[in-house]
């Protein structure tokens, strides 16, 4: 074995395309991921911030805020996925009411 940390995750397949990226504390942001290191640190540029609802703050809102190029700090991401081959479904578990 190599003194050598590695993450977890393959980042790799995923440079220059399309990422989602949740934070700690609720955010979340798209963009094109330029860079990464061994702590998890992202480099998105074109990224743009879901904006979070203010009655809720753990649910997002369609309003969105562009940021550019951004860092996210790899102790604050959570959640990393592509946005190529995802769709958004219908929460199977919620309860409609009766009328």
């Not at 504390?25 to 911030?49: C, I, M, S």
């Not at 904006?51 to 996210?72: A, E, S």
């Not at 958004?88 to 009328?99: C, D, G, R, Y």
């Amino acid at each position: 074995m190599s003194g050598r940390k590695e993450t977890v995750l393959d980042l790799a397949k995923f440079v220059d395309k399309g990422v989602q990226v949740k934070l700690t504390g609720g955010r979340q942001v798209t963009g094109t991921l330029k860079g990464y290191d061994q702590l998890l640190n992202l480099v998105l540029d074109g990224a743009v911030e879901f904006v979070r609802d203010h009655d809720d703050p753990l649910t997002t809102t369609d309003q969105t805020r562009p940021l550019g190029l951004i860092v996210c700090r790899g102790t604050a991401v959570m959640l990393v996925s592509p946005t190529d081959g995802t769709e958004e479904i219908a929460n199977p578990f919620v309860q409609t009411e009766a009328l």
